[in-house]
């Protein structure tokens, strides 16, 4: 491309030239302190007390804006997300503090402005999206793109540019307070769900930030922030694919450090990860944030940086580019370490060309108004031309936002059992149903930790919900008009109030049917019984629950259990006691609708268990990708670790049948791929989605393998009769591992490929023979296995 100068512009002002050129033209212009500066940010955080994020109160910058902004800003930390301001109040506030960035330094650079996204834009008055561990459960990567795209949508039209999201965290302790931020416990479900979000963010203008990188959902004893002991196969194999996935396949321009130590080395001090790892082996070529604080966390939380100044140096020397929330570490401290030459300039160099380059691709240095805050595009497409003055016509929860919460919470609910056939139940029933619990009629339990009405007003009560949020007793009414619904809550989802109980077994009695709502209700730092901080001793229901679910039980009344939780609890003991029983993963504000429309039909449910549900609440609780030694072993243990219902375990109300597997041929080079063909049929009267699952197993390998580990599934509709072929293309590159030398390979020899509804004994199975030498990975490598719908 040819460079042409426009007269009046400086170079990088040039949107004719190429990103290079101004980007390059535009850092020989600044001094050092003006680079320093880009990898700083700012946090005007509110006079509430109470924290959004981790010993926020202990961090809080006072001084005047000008000094602070003296030099320039490379982000503005959650204008919207930490205060109930209205979408115009928050868009004047973020163009009142991009204009103050620009006036106060020389080149008038503007300042990333980024957000929270984890269940849709977290400020007031925005749809409230289900949680993540609710889009795992749909496994439909197609649907959580879109959904993506409509919380980017938001976000750019209102001025942001990048937003925090998606968790990539494999989960592996069900009781760590984050599991419902996650996408569960497969590191390949994990990666192309993820992956998917991220193609639907960036699609619409918002540069997706990976967290948290890598092993923060490994801790000890499942603690938050706790230290990490896995071995560097655990890391290699579960832990760092969903991220490689997500930037390989999705686009991700950001990765967001993880607060722990893996083996003693925080993880913002470990240029292993962050330089060698990400960006030479991977190739990535977009900025690393600072999890909130993590930069001085290095001296006080971790112990290997004397102070401030000091964990910013390291945390520079390690890879980390931009400091959030608030500049700490870096600024003056960073141009000190340059000066006295413990810091290269040369890495404070790469680190500002990184954020110059994503404010160019923003637009940005364009001009004045592609900094502010735009008005309208709530629309598919990218948001249009900014509309100064029209911000208040910006709807953050829209009816097509709504369109997709509700089919999103739709599909991602899990019907576990439904032994006593009592589902679902037709809308004229003469029953007299009594609704029982804690979730059935508060709209926050159907809301996750990031949901703003859980983390930001819970501290302005006089806000309520900020939303129209209708309970599940509420759609209920609705779902089902002419029946009889008696309510009684019974207990709380927390404390030791026992006076509900005796009136709520009483109430179930008296009716021909109970339908039992319990689980979770999110906060933050102990606030919740889930979501940041909130941690849980074992996987017992919280509170009075399980003494609750036991009286009623005791009536011998039929009972639904309906579970609304952030994270799987045991049910074991309620397994075969219960007439049918569903799993809820914090269904957002559409949730209550979509519980509804199981219940009675309307929805035939599709979802699927993106993490196992254990039988006990005592035994230490471990994933479905264990090796043999981690599964039931008789005569060697007497603790028992098979879960309730297994990975991958959903029902539906049609009877779906797995008829056939093929592979055309049994040999595969180890370079090859090989094509999986499953048939599969509704020999149900209604139409329903099956979600087809593909898992590999390798009974002879170096190192102890898990006994099955999914490589690839489908969603897939089907019409009452009808059958219908997957084919799964799988790339041999599936069956790879980090063998005895920590190096990743294929190796030949036997691979057993199995189909079916979950990870539970798959009924169809093929035996495959990998030919050829070992062959060793380096480099990219293919992450997705392609599937095709066929007639059957």
């Not at 069956?735 to 020899?749: K, Q």
Request: charged share 20%; proline share 8%; glycine share 10%.
């Amino acid at each position: 491309m040819t460079s042409v100068n426009v007269p009046g512009l400086a170079p990088w002002q040039d949107a004719a030239r190429t990103t290079e050129e101004r980007v390059e033209s535009l850092l020989a212009e600044l001094t050092l302190e003006e680079k320093v500066a880009q990898l700083g940010s700012i946090w005007i955080q509110s006079d509430e007390p109470g924290n959004v994020a981790p010993l926020q109160d202990r961090f809080v910058v006072d001084g005047g804006m000008e000094e602070r902004l003296r030099y320039g800003l490379g982000h503005l930390t959650r204008v919207y997300g930490t205060a109930p301001l209205s979408p115009a109040e928050g868009a004047a506030r973020l163009r009142s503090l991009q204009e103050q960035v620009m006036a106060a330094n020389r080149h008038g650079i503007p300042a990333i402005a980024h957000e929270e996204c984890l269940t849709g834009f977290a400020t007031y008055g925005a749809t409230a999206y289900p949680t993540p561990l609710a889009w795992a459960a749909t496994f439909d990567p197609a649907l959580i793109e879109r959904m993506a795209a409509a919380i980017g949508a938001d976000l750019r039209a209102a001025g942001v540019h990048q937003g925090l999201s998606p968790v990539l965290d494999v989960v592996r302790d069900y009781r760590w307070g984050r599991v419902e931020e996650t996408l569960g416990e497969d590191p390949y479900l994990v990666g192309q769900l993820g992956a998917a979000y991220v193609r639907g963010l960036e699609g619409a203008g918002i540069i997706a930030t990976l967290k948290h990188f890598a092993g923060y959902a490994a801790s000890r004893a499942a603690r938050n922030q706790a230290p990490v002991s896995i071995g560097p196969r655990e890391l290699a194999d579960v832990i760092l694919p969903p991220f490689e996935t997500a930037l390989r396949e999705g686009g991700a321009r950001s990765v967001m450090n993880s607060y722990t130590d893996l083996d003693g080395v925080p993880v913002g001090a470990n240029p292993h990860l962050l330089r060698r790892l990400l960006r030479e082996e991977w190739g990535f070529e977009g900025t690393v944030v600072a999890d909130y604080w993590s930069i001085p966390f290095l001296a006080s939380m971790h112990g290997v940086a004397e102070d401030v100044p000091a964990a910013g140096a390291l945390a520079m020397l390690a890879g980390i580019d931009v400091e959030l929330p608030e500049t700490h570490g870096y600024g003056e401290h960073l141009v000190g370490h340059v000066r006295a030459g413990r810091v290269d300039e040369t890495l404070v160099d790469e680190s500002a060309r990184r954020v110059l380059r994503q404010k160019i691709e923003l637009g940005l240095l364009d001009g004045d108004p592609a900094a502010l805050p735009q008005a309208g595009g709530n629309g598919a497409g990218p948001a249009p031309s900014p509309v100064p003055g029209t911000a208040d016509a910006l709807d953050l929860d829209s009816p097509r936002n709504r369109r997709l919460a509700a089919t999103v919470a739709e599909r991602s609910i899990v019907l576990l059992g439904n032994t006593a056939r009592v589902l679902p139940l037709p809308p004229d029933t003469t029953f007299r149903v009594a609704v029982i619990g804690p979730c059935a009629d508060d709209p926050r339990t159907l809301l996750g930790c990031y949901a703003f009405p859980n983390h930001v007003l819970d501290r302005y009560p006089e806000h309520g919900t900020g939303l129209p949020i209708p309970s599940v007793r509420q759609r209920l009414a609705e779902e089902f008009p002419h029946v009889e619904l008696c309510h009684a809550p019974g207990a709380d989802v927390t404390g030791d109030d026992r006076s509900g109980i005796g009136p709520a077994a009483e109430l179930a009695a008296g009716c021909d049917l109970a339908l039992l709502f319990v689980g979770d209700r999110a906060g933050l730092f102990g606030g919740g019984t889930s979501g940041e901080g909130c941690d849980a001793a074992d996987l017992r229901l919280p509170g009075l629950q399980p003494d609750l679910v036991e009286a009623v039980l005791a009536t011998g009344t039929p009972t639904v259990l309906v579970v609304v939780s952030g994270r799987p609890y045991a049910l074991g003991v309620y397994k075969d006691r219960v007439a049918a029983a569903i799993q809820a993963f914090f269904p957002g504000v559409e949730g209550g609708a979509a519980l509804a429309g199981v219940l009675s039909g309307r929805v035939n449910p599709s979802g699927r268990l993106p993490v196992q549900i254990p039988a006990s609440p005592a035994i230490n609780p471990s994933t479905y990708l264990q090796p043999p030694l981690g599964r039931k072993a008789e005569g060697i243990t007497v603790l028992d670790p098979t879960p309730a219902y297994a990975f991958g375990h959903g029902l539906s109300y049609a009877a779906i049948e797995y008829v056939a597997m093929t592979t055309g041929l049994t040999e595969c080079p180890v370079d090859g791929e090989i094509e999986v063909s499953v048939t599969v049929r509704n020999a149900g009267d209604r139409p329903a989605e099956e979600v087809v699952q593909l898992y590999a197993s390798d009974p002879v390998a170096q190192v102890a393998r898990p006994a099955l580990q999914l490589v690839g599934f489908a969603r897939v509709a089907l019409a009452p009769g009808e059958s219908r072929v997957v084919a799964f293309d799988v790339p041999a590159d599936a069956f790879s591992y980090t063998g005895v030398e920590l190096r990743r390979i294929v190796e030949p020899g036997i691979v057993t490929l199995a189909a079916g509804p979950s990870a539970d004994e798959p009924p169809l199975r093929q035996v495959i023979r990998l030919t050829g030498d070992t062959r060793e990975l380096r480099g990219a490598r293919r992450l997705t296995t392609r599937t095709r719908l066929l007639e059957g």
